[in-house]
């Protein structure tokens, strides 16, 4: 007989929910009614937000996670998972969003960080954290801090693809440098990560990191979202690219679509056509803030 | 078992296709990753995955799957499906209407067991398992009527998480994030016959 013992909150849960949302797009959202256009489109789940990236971009201050109440209403909008940002380091934050029952929580650059030494202990909790990062080194801390999902940063707001695409490749490459090295070479190559040796090793055994590896910040087209599969990443975060857009209906489905069918160029194409207006991009060099260096 | 050229499919369109088929892979057969209606043909069984089901739903509807399935299935196809699979093969949900498949005579309740903070792990028993097996549940779904032709094969607090109908089978749980074949062996042997 089995016994009755019933776990919630374990590693495998929390990164197997992030297994579920692979080969999809996760879209950024400020009310219930964008909720319903992300899930009829396709979305696999959404991200519950005061401001998308653009606006907080555009209109400064602090940026914090969202009124409690809006993620309420996003939630009773949708049957698909919802996820919410809080600010690096506010563990408070997270403690609120755990307590509405949120289903992923991303301890996030795009809003201003709380702590600039600490990210959260993100083993205390029992939903499960999504975070950013550039580079190898700061995706293993991040597990190493409990995170049961990466996305690579990008630069979110601008529209614009090229740091989605620096960050995945030197995510990618950075493993595959890894897994050429000796057993003798890892405490070395994790001491230059700034990484856990135990996750090194990890990652230079399996040539992959452990969890699942999405990307965001500058995705706005179809064909973004699928250069960006065929990098490697397992799914793909649309934020200010789709509510940004002229036609933000017909744009995430097309985005969906892409994503899924991200080897198969007329499928690419097809999804391209008539989408109207994409938001209007912005080159990384004419900004005045790089939210991809926050983070410890 | 197997070995023998046996191709079975797996629904490759959005969720956690991989590992069922680095499952196949081990247990000897030739996997496929379905993504559109002539990928269906010569299969022996095919797999859904665990996933997004209105998504799922939705890209299968776009790409003539729902279809094409159904008719696989209609010309003595084998189907199982966890989690995400599982509701597209209920005939009907509790909640707001979402493309389905239907092959299976059942009202399925979906995230039945809670938010993602309910998720959970468990032994479960298994109707025809010796051994208990390791129930991975994932904003998990579970049948909450089953109608003539549908066996309960296991449940969790009076809630069906597994079940057994003509050439079909569905789990709530997910036997693919588990090193425990059991499930991919039944499936192969007992439903596809391999």
Same mark, same amino acid.
């Given at each position: 007989?089995?016994?009755?013992?019933?776990?919630?909150?374990?590693?495998?849960?929390?990164?197997?929910?992030?297994?579920?949302?692979?080969?999809?797009?996760?879209?950024?959202?400020?009310?219930?009614?964008?909720?319903?256009?992300?899930?009829?489109?396709?979305?696999?789940?959404?991200?519950?937000?005061?401001?998308?990236?653009?606006?907080?971009?555009?209109?400064?201050?602090?940026?914090?996670?969202?009124?409690?109440?809006?993620?309420?209403?996003?939630?009773?909008?949708?049957?698909?998972?919802?996820?919410?940002?809080?600010?690096?380091?506010?563990?408070?934050?997270?403690?609120?969003?755990?307590?509405?029952?949120?289903?992923?929580?991303?301890?996030?650059?795009?809003?201003?960080?709380?702590?600039?030494?600490?990210?959260?202990?993100?083993?205390?909790?029992?939903?499960?954290?999504?975070?950013?990062?550039?580079?190898?080194?700061?995706?293993?801390?991040?597990?190493?801090?409990?995170?049961?999902?990466?996305?690579?940063?990008?630069?979110?707001?601008?529209?614009?693809?090229?740091?989605?695409?620096?960050?995945?490749?030197?995510?990618?490459?950075?493993?595959?440098?890894?897994?050429?090295?000796?057993?003798?070479?890892?405490?070395?190559?994790?001491?230059?990560?700034?990484?856990?040796?135990?996750?090194?090793?990890?990652?230079?055994?399996?040539?992959?990191?452990?969890?699942?590896?999405?990307?965001?910040?500058?995705?706005?087209?179809?064909?973004?979202?699928?250069?960006?599969?065929?990098?490697?990443?397992?799914?793909?975060?649309?934020?200010?690219?789709?509510?940004?857009?002229?036609?933000?209906?017909?744009?995430?489905?097309?985005?969906?679509?892409?994503?899924?069918?991200?080897?198969?160029?007329?499928?690419?194409?097809?999804?391209?056509?008539?989408?109207?207006?994409?938001?209007?991009?912005?080159?990384?060099?004419?900004?005045?803030?790089?939210?991809?260096?926050?983070?410890? | 078992?197997?070995?023998?050229?046996?191709?079975?499919?797996?629904?490759?369109?959005?969720?956690?296709?991989?590992?069922?088929?680095?499952?196949?892979?081990?247990?000897?057969?030739?996997?496929?990753? #379905?993504?559109?209606?002539? =990928?269906?043909?010569?299969?022996?069984?095919?797999?859904? /995955?665990?996933? !997004?089901?209105?998504?799922? &739903?939705?890209?299968?509807?776009?790409?003539?799957?729902?279809?094409?399935?159904?008719?696989?299935?209609?010309?003595?196809?084998?189907?199982?499906?966890?989690?995400?699979?599982?509701?597209?093969?209920?005939?009907?949900?509790?909640?707001?209407?979402?493309?389905?498949?239907?092959?299976?005579?059942?009202?399925?309740?979906?995230?039945?067991?809670?938010?993602?903070?309910?998720?959970?792990?468990?032994?479960?028993? #298994?109707?025809?398992?010796? =051994?208990?097996?390791?129930?991975?549940?994932?904003?998990? /779904?579970?049948? !909450?009527?089953?109608?003539? &032709?549908?066996?309960?094969?296991?449940?969790?607090?009076?809630?069906?998480?597994?079940?057994?109908?003509?050439?079909?089978?569905?789990?709530?749980?997910?036997?693919?994030?588990?090193?425990?074949?059991?499930?991919?062996?039944?499936?192969?042997?007992?439903?596809?016959?391999?």
């Amino acid at each position: 007989m089995a016994e009755n013992a019933q776990s919630t909150g374990t590693f495998r849960v929390k990164s197997g929910m992030a297994q579920m949302l692979k080969g999809g797009v996760i879209m950024d959202v400020t009310s219930a009614e964008q909720a319903k256009i992300a899930e009829e489109a396709g979305a696999v789940a959404v991200m519950a937000l005061e401001r998308v990236p653009a606006d907080i971009r555009a209109e400064g201050g602090v940026a914090r996670m969202a009124d409690p109440e809006k993620i309420a209403e996003i939630q009773a909008a949708v049957s698909i998972p919802v996820m919410a940002k809080v600010r690096i380091g506010h563990f408070v934050e997270a403690q609120v969003l755990e307590a509405l029952e949120v289903d992923y929580i991303d301890e996030s650059e795009v809003l201003t960080p709380a702590d600039e030494a600490n990210h959260i202990n993100k083993w205390a909790f029992k939903v499960p954290f999504v975070c950013g990062a550039t580079n190898l080194g700061e995706a293993l801390r991040r597990i190493g801090e409990g995170a049961a999902m990466i996305r690579s940063k990008g630069e979110a707001g601008t529209g614009n693809v090229v740091e989605a695409v620096r960050h995945m490749r030197a995510i990618t490459g950075e493993i595959r440098r890894l897994a050429t090295l000796g057993e003798e070479e890892l405490m070395s190559a994790a001491k230059q990560h700034g990484a856990p040796y135990e996750l090194v090793k990890w990652v230079a055994q399996n040539g992959r990191l452990p969890v699942v590896l999405f990307t965001a910040g500058g995705i706005a087209t179809p064909a973004d979202a699928a250069m960006m599969m065929q990098l490697g990443a397992d799914g793909v975060f649309v934020g200010s690219g789709i509510f940004k857009s002229g036609d933000p209906v017909k744009r995430a489905a097309a985005i969906v679509r892409a994503t899924t069918n991200y080897k198969d160029p007329r499928a690419i194409a097809e999804a391209s056509k008539g989408l109207g207006e994409a938001m209007v991009g912005r080159s990384v060099g004419e900004l005045e803030e790089r939210l991809a260096v926050r983070g410890w | 078992m197997a070995g023998n050229g046996d191709r079975v499919g797996v629904l490759a369109l959005q969720g956690d296709f991989r590992e069922h088929v680095q499952i196949l892979q081990r247990l000897g057969v030739e996997p496929v990753e #379905v993504r559109r209606p002539e =990928e269906l043909e010569d299969l022996a069984g095919l797999i859904i /995955p665990g996933g !997004e089901s209105t998504t799922i &739903g939705k890209l299968m509807l776009e790409n003539g799957l729902l279809d094409a399935v159904r008719s696989y299935y209609y010309r003595n196809g084998k189907v199982w499906g966890t989690c995400a699979g599982m509701v597209l093969l209920a005939s009907a949900t509790t909640g707001p209407p979402q493309p389905l498949i239907a092959l299976m005579n059942a009202l399925v309740e979906r995230n039945g067991f809670g938010r993602q903070v309910h998720s959970f792990e468990r032994e479960l028993d #298994v109707k025809g398992f010796d =051994e208990p097996f390791p129930g991975v549940f994932i904003r998990a /779904p579970f049948f !909450e009527e089953v109608g003539p &032709g549908v066996e309960v094969l296991s449940e969790v607090q009076g809630r069906i998480v597994a079940a057994a109908g003509e050439r079909v089978l569905a789990t709530a749980f997910h036997p693919e994030l588990t090193d425990d074949t059991r499930f991919h062996e039944y499936f192969l042997q007992e439903v596809c016959g391999i």
